[in-house]
């Protein structure tokens, strides 16, 4: 259980803070039944209500600082995703941004930037469904990278260079 105050992913909605836990006074609501009131912290304004027991959408505590840092190191080694049908490829995604797992995110990334790379080597543009995922991708990696590190998000894709350009080991001829 969360606490008021914590800071979670939630499901596609992203980072939210737990604001209130409390019953809902509501017709055809158990009055007995827990729920967690959330402010996610791309919407000030915004709330939503959820079951402490809601087990339909991931949430999980933001990620430490600690292992923000330890995923940078990885991302060299995070394998993208390599499907060859487009129903396929949008499918993966979305179970890719449905488990809320950064390193789910860095794969949608890593993949769409490759794929945007060899697209304008032909003189196309990203199709708007690649556009869309690394978009989300990047959104909710970033927006928790930054909570994690104290680095405000328009830097986040600069540091994450910087940090992998560092650690690399230099090619010896």
């Known amino acids: 259980m969360y606490e008021v105050g914590d800071l979670i ?3 596609r909605t992203g980072i939210c803070e737990v604001t209130e ?4 006074k509501m017709d055809g609501v ?7 009131i959330l402010r996610p912290v791309r919407e000030k304004r915004g709330k939503v209500f959820t079951p402490v027991d809601n087990e339909k959408i991931v949430t999980r505590k933001v990620i430490s600082k ?6 940078i190191r990885e ?3 995070i394998e993208g995703l390599w499907i060859g049908s487009e129903k396929q490829r949008e499918e993966k995604y979305k179970e890719c941004m449905k488990s809320c797992k950064c390193a789910e995110w860095v794969r949608i990334i890593k993949t769409l930037y490759q794929r945007k790379m060899s697209r304008l080597k032909q003189g196309k543009k990203i199709t708007a469904t690649d556009e869309r995922y690394l978009r989300m991708a990047e959104g909710n990696l970033y ?3 930054s909570i994690a590190l104290g680095i405000p998000e328009s830097g986040m894709e600069a540091y994450i260079t910087n ?11």
């Not at 836990?21 to 809902?24: A, C, D, F, M, S």
């Not at 158990?30 to 967690?36: A, Q, R, S």
């Not at 940090?163 to 001829?173: A, D, F, G, K, S």
């Open 9 to 11: 992913v939630y499901g």
């Open 21 to 24: 836990i409390t019953t809902l």
């Open 30 to 36: 158990p009055k007995d039944k827990l729920y967690y």
């Open 66 to 71: 600690e292992e923000a840092e330890e995923l």
């Open 75 to 77: 991302i060299p080694q």
């Open 143 to 145: 927006s928790e990278l």
């Open 163 to 173: 940090q992998i350009n560092e650690t690399e080991e230099p090619v010896l001829c």
